[in-house]
């Protein structure tokens, strides 16, 4: 407890990207278990000398990778609850408040973004597997006794297709393949100049397949894609998936908890009437890797698709209470439910708004120095936190390799620093750095650092 307090209090103290080397945590340690116990004080001593300069530090507030993420005190606080009761939620009566806070926090979440509570919910580990449990149900609901027969060897089944735009999160391809479809039945729909899907050419290939007797299944929308946030035109999607009867998905994993801001609440129109969406707690809602919020209004179809009771897990209560084993592949479930109840009451709704509201601020403020610097140019809008901008100093013709090294160099330098990370995309085959603000620390101070860094570093 105090070492966590002290690293909390004190982030800035470590490199936030690890300096070490391939190997080097590897060959500190011994390759053999020790044959009798050690001192709990050694084994700490340890973590701190070996352990931790092997770790990026999530919770710096420099951390501008990927899509940055807080895990907060009460959150950290309440997985040393969960971990002391080690309790096992996957019966009602294996631990019923696992079962019961579940239902109660995703019913808060819900609510703060404004879905409506035919959506019933269920947490998994991560947006990953949340997008594959939701393709899993869209192909129990397309294809005839796919749970009993399967899918190979019958001729009597078309092709399949499942549809997202070429900015999608790559899940989406591991779920097709892992589901059997095969990667060639995920089409990709072409992105507009803002990066969203075109709902017009996702008509177009609807059309084409079904004229080749290939069966659409699923459509899969985004709302702040990986690279860009760019948020899919929902709204026209929902209404060309009503119409042609096909399932639903729309990912909000990141940007999803920005709909808790009353000014963003707009990002999830048409929402609420796909099949099935998944937000991300822990990627900027302060939750402790990991939570992913899945929510589905036929939550008794994906039931269909996973339940499966033996002898030994049969209950008198069945009945009357349900069972988070038949919400998915796996049977054991932590209890992950506490620590989103917990951020939820810690920080309220008033102090979640308050604090995505700053981030925003703060990666417009960012953007607003790169478009007002003639060496720097900004590539993709900024809806939310995330800025995607690249180096292009003026006074020489570049071609895109002399800016890709550029802006490569670029980057590693500032990583090097240990003060900030950042991370990369390419966007239209142009190298592309990204600035991604989400952490609860993350001050003004920071977002200034890192541009002070880009521009001494070119």
């Given at each position: 407890?105090?070492?966590?307090?002290?690293?909390?209090?004190?982030?800035?103290?470590?490199?936030?990207?690890?300096?070490?080397?391939?190997?080097?945590?590897?060959?500190?340690?011994?390759?053999?278990?020790?044959?009798?116990?050690?001192?709990?004080?050694?084994?700490?001593?340890?973590?701190?000398?070996?352990?931790?300069?092997?770790?990026?530090?999530?919770?710096h507030p420099g951390f501008f990778a990927y899509f940055a993420i807080t895990g907060s005190a009460p959150g950290v606080l309440a997985e040393f609850l969960s971990a002391a009761l080690n309790a096992q939620g996957m019966l009602w009566r294996t631990s019923p408040s696992v079962t019961e806070l579940e239902e109660v926090a995703l019913g808060w979440l819900r609510r703060l973004m404004g879905l409506p509570d035919l959506f019933e919910g269920?947490?998994?580990?991560?947006?990953?597997?949340?997008?594959?449990?939701?393709?899993?149900?869209?192909?129990?609901?397309?294809?005839?006794?796919?749970?009993?027969?399967?899918?190979?060897?019958?001729?009597?089944?078309?092709?399949?297709?499942?549809?997202?735009?070429?900015?999608?999160?790559?899940?989406?391809?591991?779920?097709?393949?892992?589901?059997?479809?095969?990667?060639?039945?995920?089409?990709?729909?072409?992105?507009?100049?803002?990066?969203?899907?075109?709902?017009?050419?996702?008509?177009?290939?609807?059309?084409?397949?079904?004229?080749?007797?290939?069966?659409?299944?699923?459509?899969?929308?985004?709302?702040?894609?990986?690279?860009?946030?760019?948020?899919?035109?929902?709204?026209?999607?929902?209404?060309?998936?009503?119409?042609?009867?096909?399932?639903?998905?729309?990912?909000?994993?990141?940007?999803?908890?920005?709909?808790?801001?009353?000014?963003?609440?707009?990002?999830?129109?048409?929402?609420?009437?796909?099949?099935?969406?998944?937000?991300?707690?822990?990627?900027?809602?302060?939750?402790?890797?990991?939570?992913?919020?899945?929510?589905?209004?036929?939550?008794?179809?994906?039931?269909?698709?996973?339940?499966?009771?033996?002898?030994?897990?049969?209950?008198?209560?069945?009945?009357?209470?349900?069972?988070?084993?038949?919400?998915?592949?796996?049977?054991?479930?932590?209890?992950?439910?506490?620590?989103?109840?917990?951020?939820?009451?810690?920080?309220?709704?008033?102090?979640?708004?308050?604090?995505?509201?700053?981030?925003?601020?703060?990666?417009?403020?960012?953007?607003?120095?790169?478009?007002?610097?003639?060496?720097?140019?900004?590539?993709?809008?900024?809806?939310?936190?995330?800025?995607?901008?690249?180096?292009?100093?003026?006074?020489?013709?570049?071609?895109?390799?002399?800016?890709?090294?550029?802006?490569?160099?670029?980057?590693?330098?500032?990583?090097?620093?240990?003060?900030?990370?950042?991370?990369?995309?390419?966007?239209?085959?142009?190298?592309?750095?990204?600035?991604?603000?989400?952490?609860?620390?993350?001050?003004?101070?920071?977002?200034?650092?890192?541009?002070?860094?880009?521009?001494?570093?070119?």
């Amino acid at each position: 407890m105090d070492w966590i307090a002290d690293y909390f209090a004190h982030p800035e103290r470590y490199p936030v990207l690890s300096q070490v080397k391939p190997g080097d945590i590897r060959s500190a340690l011994p390759a053999e278990a020790p044959e009798h116990g050690e001192a709990f004080s050694a084994i700490l001593s340890d973590f701190e000398r070996l352990i931790v300069p092997g770790v990026t530090h999530w919770n710096h507030p420099g951390f501008f990778a990927y899509f940055a993420i807080t895990g907060s005190a009460p959150g950290v606080l309440a997985e040393f609850l969960s971990a002391a009761l080690n309790a096992q939620g996957m019966l009602w009566r294996t631990s019923p408040s696992v079962t019961e806070l579940e239902e109660v926090a995703l019913g808060w979440l819900r609510r703060l973004m404004g879905l409506p509570d035919l959506f019933e919910g269920v947490i998994y580990d991560t947006a990953s597997i949340s997008s594959l449990h939701a393709l899993a149900t869209a192909r129990e609901a397309a294809v005839d006794r796919v749970r009993t027969a399967g899918m190979p060897g019958r001729p009597e089944l078309p092709r399949y297709r499942v549809y997202c735009s070429d900015q999608a999160h790559s899940s989406i391809d591991k779920a097709v393949i892992l589901l059997g479809l095969g990667h060639d039945a995920l089409w990709k729909i072409p992105s507009d100049a803002e990066f969203r899907m075109r709902a017009d050419e996702l008509d177009l290939a609807i059309a084409e397949d079904r004229r080749a007797g290939i069966v659409p299944m699923a459509v899969v929308a985004t709302v702040g894609t990986t690279s860009t946030t760019s948020v899919d035109p929902v709204e026209a999607i929902v209404a060309i998936c009503e119409r042609e009867r096909i399932w639903l998905h729309v990912d909000c994993a990141y940007a999803g908890s920005a709909a808790i801001v009353p000014e963003c609440r707009y990002i999830l129109n048409g929402v609420e009437r796909a099949d099935s969406m998944v937000v991300n707690p822990h990627k900027w809602l302060f939750t402790p890797f990991d939570l992913s919020a899945f929510y589905c209004r036929r939550m008794d179809l994906l039931r269909q698709a996973f339940s499966l009771t033996p002898e030994y897990l049969k209950t008198t209560e069945a009945g009357a209470v349900k069972n988070l084993m038949d919400t998915g592949v796996q049977l054991g479930r932590r209890f992950r439910a506490l620590k989103l109840w917990m951020i939820l009451r810690y920080f309220g709704a008033e102090g979640i708004r308050a604090r995505l509201s700053e981030h925003m601020r703060l990666a417009r403020l960012f953007a607003g120095w790169v478009d007002g610097d003639p060496d720097f140019e900004r590539l993709a809008p900024v809806p939310f936190s995330v800025v995607c901008f690249r180096a292009r100093p003026r006074g020489k013709d570049w071609s895109e390799a002399g800016l890709e090294t550029l802006n490569q160099r670029l980057l590693d330098a500032m990583n090097a620093t240990g003060e900030v990370f950042l991370s990369h995309t390419k966007l239209n085959g142009r190298f592309t750095l990204r600035l991604a603000v989400g952490n609860l620390r993350t001050e003004e101070r920071h977002v200034a650092r890192a541009w002070e860094l880009a521009k001494t570093l070119l």
